[in-house]
């Protein structure tokens, strides 16, 4: 069964920094796209980072200059390092997979983590 097991979240002052790690078990992947999105209380969920197969790297413009995603592909996990973080990247963070795996029958298939809760305070 594909589980994405995240780690690393907590509660930050503003400026400070924090590592978000999300690894995808279960399966033997052939990943097209990882990453993370957000979703603050009240708000939709949206677009922090994500990188492809092709090595192309996308980030939401508020995270910008601040965030940097990186993969492990050998170890089908990716990094988010989130600098100089604001209150207002206070959110529930969610692994994002969008792979083909072996336990699937390598239907391509869609899926998050749990998400892990990123707090920064002013």
């Known amino acids: 069964q594909v589980q994405l097991v995240e780690s690393g979240g907590g509660l930050v002052q503003a400026g400070e920094s924090l590592r978000l790690s999300c690894a995808a078990t279960?399966?033997?992947?052939?990943?097209?796209?990882m990453g993370w999105y957000r979703q603050a209380p009240g708000k939709r969920r949206e677009l922090v980072a994500i990188?492809?197969?092709?090595?192309?790297?996308n980030y939401g413009d508020s995270v910008k200059g601040r965030f940097t995603i990186s993969r492990d592909t050998p170890k089908n996990t990716v990094y988010l390092q989130m600098n100089s973080l604001k209150p207002e990247d206070t959110a529930v963070y969610y692994c994002?997979?969008?792979?083909?795996?072996?336990?699937?029958?390598?239907?391509?298939?869609?899926?998050w983590g749990q998400g892990t809760q990123v707090t920064v305070s002013s």
């Open positions: 994002y997979l969008r792979a083909r795996a072996e336990s699937s029958g390598w239907s391509q298939n869609t899926y």
């Open positions: 279960g399966s033997t992947f052939n990943i097209n796209d």
């Open positions: 990188t492809s197969s092709g090595g192309s790297m």
